[in-house]
């Protein structure tokens, strides 16, 4: 079976998405731009901030997080990426911080304090739901109170060997598990109640993002994808920025496509770096600077209307475990039934939480023209690259010449952000320059924003 899995995801002879469907095509989808159309941007924030008692946040944090090599410095022990130590707090503290930036901005227009349900999705690898918890405990639940959170455990899945497809076995003579994918998530909240404990809260809606992503609150970026996603029902948005040449990293596609029925669909959804081959999916060039020229990056920095996944996870087909891909392009790290460190590059089942799109088509007696986006379920949103997502993936090595999914470059590009802002505020900062320049030296000037400012960068000039 693993063999076969192997021979499948490397054929190269399907462009097509579904075997079930006459014609499908790709199309660059087009959507808010919050740099462009700032007045509605702002409308959309706003939107955002007042519907803050309808949302929710999700947070998938179950990842192994292999490539940050982050290590105890007691025991020895791996550790989870939620945990890794990011300007004097943890990941997962950054998230918290955002999160109460939002709130209080909500208390000072509305007067009403607002505490959000945060439902995070761990895993075993790496004793990764422990360790969530204890950090939880040890901060007093950020003083959100435990009955504000709801953990629930994401399971492992057998890892092959890319090679010769045989399983790799670990130190217990069992198969090597690692986590399968975030998009397990809808179908674990459906099964663990997640969905009927984010309704007991009064929410409707929920912000998604990943903790390794520290710029995802950014200015109006999340608000605005939830206040548009509020105010006009939507069921899933994405939002969205240009890609990077070389990025591991998703894009977002506007789907066309037509059945052996003569139906039309269509929809904004999402299609893996690893599935790049298979569509006919081009590396974006560095030239190419325009914001929607190409394919625009996936972020994973979605809003979901909750009915609408919870019925998509409570089905019993293999629709409830979207955008199953066979993933061959990671090195896993294992300690063999010997008792030795190992890496292989190792395959396993993934799914994708954002592929949940697929489910949110909408269907026409018609081909529709140009500019069907603003009718659809699903919608897209659009911002500077340095606003949506910078990413603290892989540790930073001492032969590295790019400082991509770093610790360090995600720093930067916060330190860019606070340029901006201050910039515009008329106080003089130094100018953070290319990533280039900071391989080997330190940072031009660290200024972090307390969660009291908010997120809005409007709001904070109007203070300056």
Excluded at 56 to 76: F, K, N
Excluded at 106 to 128: D, E, L, R, Y
Excluded at 181 to 206: P, S, T
Aim: proline share 4%.
């Amino acid at each position: 079976m693993a063999l076969e899995l192997l021979s499948v995801s490397k054929s190269k002879d399907s462009k097509h998405r579904h075997s079930k469907d006459k014609f499908v095509d790709f199309h660059v989808p087009t959507g808010l731009n919050l740099l462009e159309d700032t007045e509605y941007a702002s409308q959309a924030a706003m939107w955002g901030i007042e519907g803050l008692p309808e949302l929710g946040e999700i947070y998938p944090i179950g990842g192994a997080g292999d490539r940050l090599g982050l290590v105890d410095s007691d025991t020895g022990d791996s550790l989870p990426a939620a945990l890794l130590p990011y300007c004097g707090r943890s990941l997962l503290e950054g998230l918290m911080r955002d999160l109460q930036a939002r709130e209080f901005l909500h208390f000072k227009i509305f007067g009403k304090q607002c505490i959000t349900p945060v439902a995070v999705m761990t895993s075993s690898v790496k004793n990764n739901h422990e360790h969530i918890v204890a950090i939880c405990e040890r901060l007093e639940w950020f003083g959100r109170g435990r009955e504000n959170f709801r953990l629930f455990e994401q399971p492992l899945v057998p890892v092959v060997n890319a090679e010769d497809g045989k399983w790799l076995i670990s130190e217990s003579l069992l198969p090597v598990g690692k986590p399968g994918g975030h998009g397990a998530i809808w179908k674990l909240a459906c099964d663990r109640g997640v969905f009927e404990w984010l309704y007991c809260h009064g929410r409707k809606g929920a912000t998604v993002r990943q903790v390794s992503n520290v710029v995802a609150a950014t200015d109006l970026t999340l608000m605005a994808l939830a206040g548009i996603g509020l105010r006009h029902n939507k069921k899933l948005g994405f939002a969205s920025c240009e890609r990077r040449p070389g990025a591991t990293e998703g894009v977002n596609v506007l789907i066309e496509k037509q059945n052996f029925d003569g139906l039309w669909e269509y929809g904004i959804t999402c299609i893996e770096y690893t599935e790049f081959e298979k569509y006919g999916i081009s590396e974006p060039t560095a030239t190419n600077d325009s914001l929607q020229a190409s394919y625009p990056a996936n972020t994973n920095i979605l809003y979901v209307d909750l009915q609408a996944a919870q019925e998509v996870g409570s089905r019993k087909n293999a629709s409830c475990l979207p955008g199953i891909v066979l993933n061959l392009k990671k090195a896993v790290s294992y300690v063999d039934h010997l008792g030795f460190e190992c890496s292989a590059a190792g395959g396993r089942l993934e799914c994708t939480m954002q592929n949940i799109a697929d489910n949110f088509m909408n269907t026409y007696s018609y081909r529709c023209s140009k500019g069907i986006e603003s009718e659809l379920d699903t919608f897209i949103v659009y911002n500077e690259r340095k606003k949506v997502t910078s990413s603290a993936k892989r540790k930073l090595k001492s032969e590295d010449r790019s400082l991509h999914q770093t610790p360090e470059g995600s720093l930067l590009d916060i330190m860019r952000n606070a340029h901006d802002l201050l910039s515009s505020c008329s106080i003089e900062v130094p100018e953070v320059k290319d990533n280039n320049e900071y391989l080997h030296s330190g940072l031009p000037f660290i200024i972090f924003l307390h969660p009291a400012l908010g997120p809005f960068w409007d709001i904070i000039k109007q203070s300056s």
